[in-house]
């Protein structure tokens, strides 16, 4: 089959194409760049007097952002790690996220992405499972880093401190963390570099430029899966790249019809580990020469807001969780949004409700996308300049393809629920040293499967109607049942368990936990401290439920479908 040809089934050659704007290409373009490293360097050139990133009040520009982050490549270089050598970042939104990210891919090496509020059990087989050998972490997290590192590849450790690139300032802010709000544990790392250390060793280093080629990979991005062990999604560099200008060419069209800023103002509130913050900010930000709000704790919502007065906004990428949280907060409703320009939705379903008052809040509707970390994400979008909220997830970005295919993998009509599957550059090389899981999601005829079940109108816009995973989706995070029943049966006192989603007004969904008991004494809160251990926090159980006994087949399967009536 051509690569951009539609499969049989009653649905006309990309029928969605009829919907585009007029500004949007069928396909895309040929590559500027062979890497993101190549990217990176071409806008802190280009762009190199405006400011890149924002952080509590520091800005670096491009030219800073490109000297760091060569300084990070070169004392990579320095200490012996070579190019396709995993490096894991474990940092929340500060300066130094994108500074050793960038860093990173310079020196060819790829780049893993850590959540920093894993537990020492996440962290040790996300380090094990890549084959990271080196780490930067935020202190405040260094202490997990203690309880995870020896069983692990990892030989060399970079600590930064939240102050570190904030000049004066940075001291009497790591003071306030260390001593006075006491967010930083004790922790101990035998050889381990602090970060302007680090900094200062590769300045002094030459960088040697390490030829990089697209197919060449870029990021692990760790996420769930059938099995819901948590594996390594294989972005290569052609993944991220096409991905970007699929989401260049999407956010260009919302200004067929009205003048753009010269500078895109973006907030980022999402955490860059998360594969929609990545490419949708960091990566759009970069390409576009555009300047990025970082936003290190968004649940501080007063906080937040207080940041969001300070510049002129033309950009918020979000989810629904967060999209809610804001419109209950008075302040954020006095704001001015006379430069807000466009909203993108995505990780998680907006609720229609939810859009509706954004939109009559801030008079920017809420443009709504679909993807996954094994789509680098975005596959489908609406258009941006729909007056309304459509409820669809939007139609295929360029180059891309959508069917909908039966259980057979037969391509269904329009109009039928079948499994979403996606073809396209932005899909993923496989799954990192697991060819098993990647058959069980690739066709081959090269789509993936998502999971996901829908169908698409007449007009090529789909609309997502089930999950055939028993996935769970908490505020944009995948969530895999599997995972929180293993950790559960680790407790001596519960004998069975089952994890299901359920509605949630916050978080979309939330874990309820079904337990049989071993020790009848067994308390609710017994079970939670034991998860609160060994899961992050959007992973844990927020309910509870005793049962003598849970459904079963005939073989002796836990019937989840049968907990959800």
């Not at 310079?106 to 996440?122: I, Q």
């Not at 998860?531 to 844990?540: E, P, Q, V």
């Amino acid at each position: 089959m051509n690569s951009m040809s539609k499969p049989s089934g009653g649905v006309p050659d990309r029928i969605w194409l009829q919907s585009y704007p007029r500004s949007v290409p069928a396909d895309l373009p040929p590559f500027r760049h062979e890497s993101l490293g190549a990217l990176f360097d071409d806008s802190c050139r280009v762009y190199a007097g405006r400011s890149a990133f924002t952080s509590m009040g520091r800005a670096l520009s491009y030219a800073e952002l490109g000297e760091q982050a060569t300084a990070i490549a070169s004392w990579l270089q320095g200490e012996g790690f070579r190019k396709g050598d995993r490096i894991a970042v474990m940092m929340p939104n500060i300066l130094q996220n994108p500074v050793a990210v960038f860093g990173i891919l310079k020196a060819g090496m790829t780049v893993v992405n850590v959540n920093p509020l894993y537990t020492p059990r996440e962290l040790e087989h996300q380090l094990k499972d890549s084959g990271a050998v080196g780490l930067f972490v935020l202190e405040n997290f260094a202490h997990t880093v203690e309880q995870a590192i020896a069983r692990t590849d990892v030989r060399r450790v970079v600590v930064a401190s939240l102050g570190d690139m904030l000049g004066l300032k940075g001291h009497l802010v790591n003071f306030i963390v260390r001593k006075v709000k006491k967010l930083v544990p004790a922790w101990s790392l035998a050889g381990h570099k602090r970060f302007r250390q680090v900094l200062a060793q590769g300045a002094r280093r030459g960088f040697t430029p390490v030829a990089v080629h697209r197919t060449d990979i870029a990021f692990l991005q760790y996420t769930g899966g059938t099995t819901g062990v948590s594996k390594g999604a294989v972005l290569t560099h052609a993944n991220l790249i096409a991905n970007k200008m699929q989401m260049a060419v999407w956010l260009n069209s919302s200004f067929d019809n009205r003048p753009k800023p010269e500078i895109l103002t973006f907030i980022c509130a999402l955490p860059l580990y998360h594969i929609f913050a990545l490419t949708a900010n960091a990566l759009m930000g970069i390409a576009t020469g555009g300047h990025n709000i970082l936003i290190a704790n968004p649940r501080d919502i007063p906080a937040f807001v207080k940041e969001m007065q300070k510049y002129p906004v033309n950009v918020f990428i979000g989810l629904n969780t967060l999209f809610n949280a804001l419109l209950n907060n008075e302040a954020f409703r006095r704001l001015d949004f006379s430069q807000l320009k466009l909203t993108f939705g995505g990780g998680m379903s907006v609720q229609r409700p939810v859009a509706e008052r954004w939109h009559q809040v801030t008079g920017c509707p809420v443009t709504e996308g679909y993807g996954l970390s094994e789509t680098s994400p975005v596959a489908t979008a609406n258009r941006m300049d729909e007056p309304e909220f459509t409820g669809c997830i939007g139609m295929p970005v360029s180059s891309t393809l959508v069917d909908i295919r039966d259980e057979d993998g037969a391509s269904l009509p329009l109009g039928e629920v079948g499994e979403i599957c996606i073809h396209g550059p932005q899909v993923m090389a496989g799954y990192w040293n697991r060819p098993d899981e990647t058959a069980r999601v690739m066709t081959p005829d090269g789509f993936f499967r998502t999971g996901d079940m829908g169908f698409m109108n007449d007009k090529g816009y789909v609309k997502i109607v089930d999950r055939k995973k028993d996935m769970i989706l908490v505020s944009g995070f995948n969530v895999y049942p599997n995972e929180v029943e293993e950790v559960a049966v680790m407790h001596p006192g519960i004998l069975e368990a089952a994890a299901i989603g359920v509605p949630d007004p916050h978080s979309g969904e939330a874990v309820k936990l079904f337990v049989v008991r071993k020790d009848e004494t067994l308390t609710e809160e017994a079970v939670k401290a034991h998860c609160a251990a060994n899961l992050t926090n959007y992973k844990r159980p927020r309910h509870i439920e005793f049962r003598t006994e849970l459904p079963k087949s005939n073989v002796g399967k836990i019937l989840r479908k049968n907990l959800r009536c």
